[in-house]
């Protein structure tokens, strides 16, 4: 990781301003970040640790990243407020961080809140008002329930609007930065995930943003003869006299009464009911067209008075000025990182460059960790077999020197086990065969004797 120093000199000579850097590389960590100072959820508050960023059992000492503990577990926590909030009014805006989860995905979040001005870290809560939330959300084993949450909080319609497609995102266990990016120019955005582009296009387009141009005329109600149900129930259809003829269970014909079934003391035996396959059900008339049909009502639509079109919605910090976590997740273990919030998106995609290879050195990681098993187990296979194979070759041996009256004590005696192993260590050797086969008989003869 390059000094911060000489990131921040690079970025002042290109003119690129950073509003703000977390790398969580120092131990006062803590003294920048707070968690609630009353915990009012229902669920059980999760553990932000510090912790040292691992690739496969190998810790990067001079990296070091936030890390959730404890599964099932709501996890807030809020920056102290920056020291001088910004406003990207005719600036470009780009948020980035990078996160890893370690072992299965399941319901959980890892995403960020970029925050306003008028919030308390300590008092910062799920419902605190938030101005962007960004980042990957898993829930479910559908596609559809893994996205890349990308939404902003619009004042003109008091509402947080929500990207119209769905965002890709990535589900395996190795490191990946997720990059906003949204311009001022044309107020078109644009997601990366490690440098990728994955999802562009332009926010009037893709978010429900503007205020619609007409709306319904409130002067004009739906008329109260309007018929809005296109489907009748069929009146010349009459329930047949005998359709309820049939109950909907009957006694099991089949049923026997128990023998030890006595009426004076357990009552009259009555047989179990079964379903009766002649009942019918409720009668429900066909349907027909509704000769009153009219179809759904329409409102005449008038002009909206309060109708803009806004050529500024790239303006998404008006002004912003903390950031925060407000995680659900199933399974803790989610790592943090890097976190940037700047104006210059060729900065920000050269600040990922060690992030980006620290993931490649994760997947090489894991591939030479696996390689390492199958060759481990491909060992343990081979060892398996030559064991089996000396141990066959010794019961042989002593075969050939004993027959089936020497073979018989190795084959049931408790000490088989020992003997094989000393006469396998003496195969190479045919007279140490032979003084291990006399030895053989020479206790199954003192085994016998003691069992006469």
């Given at each position: ?307 803009t079109i806004d ?71 081979e060892e398996r ?32 086990a020992a003997a ?33």
């Open positions: 990781r390059a000094p911060l120093l000489v990131l921040l000199a690079v970025l002042a000579a290109v003119q690129a301003k950073i509003y703000y850097l977390e790398l969580f590389d120092d131990a006062d960590w803590q003294d920048r970040w707070f968690t609630p100072r009353e915990w009012i959820h229902n669920k059980k508050q999760g553990t932000w640790n510090w912790v040292s960023s691992m690739s496969y059992g190998a810790a990067q000492t001079d990296n070091y990243a936030i890390k959730t503990g404890g599964d099932n577990r709501q996890f807030i926590m809020a920056s102290q407020p920056w020291p001088e909030p910004f406003s990207n009014k005719d600036k470009d805006l780009v948020i980035s961080f990078t996160v890893r989860h370690e072992g299965k995905l399941e319901c959980s979040g890892f995403y960020i809140k970029i925050l306003g001005t008028d919030y308390d870290p300590e008092e910062f809560q799920s419902d605190t008002p938030y101005e962007i939330m960004f980042g990957p959300d898993i829930c479910g084993a559908s596609s559809l329930e893994k996205r890349t949450h990308t939404i902003f909080r619009y004042p003109p319609k008091w509402d947080h609007i929500k990207s119209n497609e769905r965002i890709k995102c990535e589900v395996d266990s190795f490191s990946h930065t997720y990059i906003l990016h949204i311009r001022h120019e044309d107020d078109s955005y644009s997601v990366y995930i490690d440098k990728r582009e994955i999802k562009s296009g332009f926010l009037k387009d893709d978010y429900d943003f503007n205020i619609p141009e007409k709306i319904p005329d409130p002067a004009v109600p739906k008329p109260e003869d309007w018929v809005e149900e296109e489907m009748i129930d069929d009146p010349d259809d009459i329930k047949p006299a005998e359709w309820d003829d049939e109950p909907r269970t009957k006694p099991d014909p089949d049923a026997v009464k128990p023998p030890q079934w006595d009426d004076e003391e357990d009552g009259p035996w009555i047989p179990p009911e079964i379903k009766n396959p002649l009942y019918r059900g409720t009668f429900k008339p066909r349907k027909i067209k509704n000769p009153e049909y009219k179809g759904e009502w329409e409102p005449p639509m008038i002009p909206n008075d309060n109708y050529s500024r919605l790239h303006w998404r910090c008006n002004p912003c000025g903390g950031i925060a976590f407000d995680l659900w997740q199933v399974k803790a273990g989610t790592s943090f990182d890097n976190i940037i919030v700047a104006d210059n998106i060729d900065e920000v995609l050269d600040f990922t460059d060690p992030a980006i290879e620290a993931r490649e050195n994760e997947k090489r990681a894991k591939a030479e960790a696996e390689e390492i098993r199958r060759e481990q187990k491909r060992r343990e296979r077999r030559r064991r089996k194979k000396e141990q066959e070759d010794a019961l042989k041996a002593v075969e050939d020197f004993g027959g089936d009256e020497l073979y018989a004590p190795w084959r049931d005696a408790t000490a088989a094989v192993a000393a006469v396998a260590e003496a195969v190479a050797a045919a007279a140490a065969v032979a003084a291990a086969a006399a030895a053989a008989n020479a206790a199954a003869a003192a085994a016998a004797a003691a069992a006469a």
